[in-house]
């Protein structure tokens, strides 16, 4: 399967994610933690899939894309810390 067509279905996987996440409810907390850890596990793998394969193989085609492909993995740090901030969450925060 061609690399950009994956991430492109798996960033709209994640979409969708997100989406249902957003109409579960105020009390639907068990279903929301589920989201949250499977949305949690689909990132942290597509962003690990991009750096240790993906990046690299943009950088050795097209070597001007260095500055853009660290910027990119400077944003997945970001993410994956994020993410390990919202695990810790209680579902039932209404700030969720």
């Known amino acids: 399967m061609d690399a950009i067509v994956l991430l492109k279905e798996d960033h709209k996987t994640v979409e969708a994610l997100f989406k249902r996440f957003e109409q579960a409810g105020e009390r639907a907390h068990v279903e929301k933690r589920r989201l949250v850890n499977t949305i949690t596990k689909e990132l942290v793998t597509r962003a690990h899939i991009?750096?240790?394969?993906?990046?690299?193989?943009?950088?050795?085609?097209?070597?001007?894309?260095?500055?853009?492909?660290?910027?990119?993995?400077?944003?997945?740090?970001?993410?994956?810390?994020?993410?390990?901030?919202?695990?810790?969450?209680?579902?039932?925060?209404?700030?969720?």
Do not use: C, N, Q
């Open 50 to 96: 991009e750096e240790e394969i993906f990046y690299p193989a943009a950088r050795a085609k097209v070597p001007e894309t260095g500055d853009h492909v660290l910027e990119s993995i400077e944003e997945h740090h970001v993410v994956v810390w994020m993410l390990s901030e919202l695990k810790d969450l209680d579902p039932a925060d209404e700030r969720g």
